[in-house]
């Protein structure tokens, strides 16, 4: 991508990635309703968690809740690879059918428990994790690679602090609050129950 992350963000039109009544309100800068519900996040801290994250071209990025596909397609235009993971089944498949025309070959989407990070092709240079979490899940950490970053909201289901963690070359990990937020919850082995 020839264009900074602003640029590229300004020009994204939002309201490829809701297909519902919400798609007039594409321009506000408030989460939306995608169905299921699931929420688009306001755009402005989707572009704040992308510059934390800050993608390069050989990066690597898993991201954890595909949800619309809005965030992974900031990642994918400066990654070398998205590896996207989101538990309902609807909302991938319609990701994967916006992100399949707007041209990006290079994202992979697995649906599942992405609590449990995609093992098979970690560990990523960078992990963006879009819904809470109570605590880091260990296995997430374990898929960074030394010198990593992950991007995660962390606390309780109505308010979380979002976390920049990072993991050294020895294997240490840090984090540092970045603000506070609210994100739907992660569910799943190492998230909230997924009956609750
Ligand atoms: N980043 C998305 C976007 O730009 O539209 C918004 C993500 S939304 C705030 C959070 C997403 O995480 C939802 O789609 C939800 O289904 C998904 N999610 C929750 N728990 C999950 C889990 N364990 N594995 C994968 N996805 C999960």
Redesign the pocket.
């Known amino acids: 991508m020839h264009c900074s992350i602003e640029e590229y963000y300004r020009r994204l039109d939002r309201s490829l ?1 809701i297909d519902n009544i919400n798609k007039n309100w594409a321009d506000l800068d408030r989460p939306l309703p ?1 169905g ?1 519900g ?4 306001q755009p402005s801290l ?1 572009l704040a968690m992308t510059r934390q994250l800050n993608p390069q071209s050989h990066d690597r990025i898993l991201e ?9 397609a900031l990642l994918a235009a400066f990654a070398q690879e998205v590896f996207t ?4 089944a609807e ?1 991938s498949h319609k990701a994967r059918q916006r992100l399949g025309q707007m041209g990006f070959e290079n994202i992979r989407y697995k649906i ?4 449990l990070g995609w093992p098979e092709f970690g560990p990523y240079d960078k992990i963006m994790v ?2 809470a979490a109570a605590a880091i899940p260990d296995e997430l950490v374990r898929q960074l690679e030394p010198g990593g970053r992950m991007i995660i909201p962390v606390g309780s289901p109505g308010m979380q602090e979002l976390l920049l963690v990072k993991r050294n070359r020895r294997g240490q990990v840090t984090s540092r609050i970045l603000e506070h937020v609210v ?6 082995r190492y ?1 909230w129950s997924a009956d609750g």
């Open positions: 990635f995608i299921f699931q929420t688009i996040s989707v954890i809740g595909t949800g619309s596909g809005y965030q992974t993971v989101e538990r309902i909302l599942g428990d992405g609590s879009t819904a994100f739907v919850e992660l569910k799943g998230g």
